[in-house]
């Protein structure tokens, strides 16, 4: 009895654990917010990357680098994170397919949440610069050169390089 009893407790409280909800941080820029759950864009992420990864034949070409994002002006944060995330949603997001369905699902997954973020970034009013809304263009001219679908399944291969950054925008817990 005792041992029933003492295993029933250990499931209830890994129960417990496993359905609490999934906490989110909020990003803070350039005096704007929204809340973004990283551990769900991370997960869906890493169940798509190695499929987008291997379907890109362009090898030789990168749509986003590190040093495009740590170059970005201060106080263009917002402005850069607002045409980045729009990018996605309007131009990689509705063009990128993947054979597994499990893989469509998470890639949907990551459009929604990124849709939600653009959302809450949409209320803040951002100013662009001309050297933010260059290197957004940039990154649009290397896209529009690919066919559509290869340009997707690069700019999905590529989304490690933008959590990075929402993540470096959250402040630590």
């Not at 495009?68 to 990018?87: A, D, Y």
């Amino acid at each position: 009895m005792k041992i029933h009893l003492s295993s029933s407790l250990c499931t209830l409280l890994l129960l417990g654990f496993l359905n609490r909800p999934v906490e989110s941080q909020t990003l803070h820029v350039d005096g704007c917010s929204a809340s973004v759950h990283f551990h769900e864009l991370r997960k869906y992420f890493s169940d798509i990357k190695s499929d987008a990864i291997s379907g890109d034949d362009e090898i030789g070409v990168k749509l986003l680098d590190t040093s495009m994002i740590k170059n970005v002006q201060e106080g263009q944060t917002c402005c850069f994170l607002r045409l980045l995330l729009r990018f996605y949603v309007e131009r990689v997001f509705n063009n990128y397919e993947s054979s597994q369905p499990h893989q469509q699902r998470c890639s949907s997954a990551l459009a929604n949440a990124f849709v939600s973020i653009r959302r809450e970034m949409h209320k803040c009013h951002c100013n662009c610069g001309e050297e933010t809304q260059r290197t957004i263009d940039s990154v649009l001219t290397k896209f529009d050169m690919l066919q559509i679908r290869q340009g997707a399944q690069k700019a999905v291969g590529e989304l490690d390089i933008v959590l990075d950054l929402l993540e470096r925008l959250a402040p630590t817990s």
